[in-house]
């Protein structure tokens, strides 16, 4: 089993990193730079203290800011890079978002504005490294998922972008704690195959 170890004597960057990793629901155990750390799986350190944790170090000056982006950033890490990152988009007034690395969650969110969930999903799918990154918007308002998906493709070239038939993704009636419908719709276009977007998509929707 994987262990996360966070090994810094800087106070401010611990306190930084810890508050993150715990926003992102990850575990991990605080270890003393220069014990002997056999149990680390990946070591979560500075630049300046990397030195004799070789190929276990992570630097925290390359993780990122957002806590659920880190969190895909470690996952990665931890099985180098072999998921897809898929991102689900429910478009409508509020847009419902849900974001994976393989199976498992990184966040769940709902954005008042196109511009909020485009920089969003961006994050996600140029910060995470994968195998792929791939996108999934609903087709339940044809203008405004045209426009995000004209959007992501101009923002991240490399992230694949499909449509998705909304049918039956709705959450009425259903509850998660935590969770909000659009979030759950969001969820469930994640993982429907859609077709493919295109630029020649685009007059098609």
């Given amino acids: 089993m994987s262990c996360i170890c966070v090994a810094t004597s800087q106070a401010r960057v611990y306190y930084s990193l810890v508050s993150r990793l715990r926003r992102a629901g990850l575990r991990f155990v605080s270890v003393v730079p220069g014990s002997s750390l056999p149990e680390c799986t990946l070591i979560l350190t500075t630049g300046a203290e990397a030195g004799p944790f070789g190929q276990r170090a992570l630097l925290v000056e390359e993780l990122d800011s957002d806590p ?52 969003k999903v961006v994050a996600f799918v140029t910060r995470v490294p994968a195998k792929r990154s791939l996108v999934r ?55 429907r195959k859609g077709i493919a977007f295109s630029k020649s998509s685009r007059t098609l929707l």
């Avoid at 409508?92 to 969650?105: C, E, L, N, Q, V």
């Avoid at 044809?142 to 992230?159: E, F, H, I, R, Y």
């Avoid at 009636?173 to 979030?183: A, E, I, L, S, Y």
């Fill in 137 to 191: 918007i609903g087709n339940g308002n044809p203008t405004l998922a045209t426009s995000l998906a004209t959007s992501l493709m101009g923002k991240a070239p490399n992230a694949a972008i499909e449509m998705v038939d909304e049918a039956g993704t709705s959450a009425r009636g259903v509850r998660m704690k935590g969770v909000q419908g659009d979030q759950m719709a969001a969820a469930k276009i994640a993982f």
């Fill in 68 to 119: 659920y982006v880190l969190k895909g950033q470690v996952l990665s890490r931890l099985d180098g890079g072999r998921e897809t990152v898929l991102v689900g988009v429910d478009p409508g007034t509020r847009i419902g978002m849900a974001a994976y690395y393989g199976d498992t969650k990184l966040e769940f969110g709902t954005f008042d504005s196109a511009e909020d969930l485009c920089a």
